[in-house]
Structure formats: structure tokens, C-alpha cells
């Protein structure tokens, strides 16, 4: 998939050469990797201000039982809070 013609806004490239080449990017930060939430965002954080966290293993773990919901939310809520 492409960007459309004529809009200025998008590269001009196929989306998973674009995606490829950020995740390059984004990986040469491995102190960002363990947990640690201050230093993903320390590592992360782009000229656009905004960040992708991917953390489900702490919200897929949260509880193994019947308050699964009620663990996961939480566990989301903490790592929210965190990221500010």
C-alpha cells in the first residue's frame, strides 16, 4: 500500500518500508527494553512527541484467575500513570 498521490503530508513509499525502517530506528535503543518505564520513554520519545509502548505481557500476566479483568485494568492503569 502506498501513499495516496499528491498528499504532502505522507511518504511516498510502500507503509512496510516506512514501518521497517522506524522500527530500525527504535530498536537502537536497547536500554528501552526490561521494563523499565522511564527509560522507554527517555529512549522513545521522537521529534513528534509521541510514543508506542507495547507492554502485554505485564497486562496479559496481570492474574492468572478469576480477577483477570480487574488485575489487567490495574496493571494498565500503573504503566499509564508511569509513561505520564
Known sequence: MNAPPGNGDLPREPVYQRIARLVQRWNAHPESQGGDASAVVDAAVIEDGLILVNSS??????????????????AAAELQAALG
Open 57 to 74: 505481557r505485564s497486562i496479559l500476566y496481570a492474574h492468572d484467575g478469576p480477577n483477570f479483568a480487574e488485575a489487567a485494568a490495574e
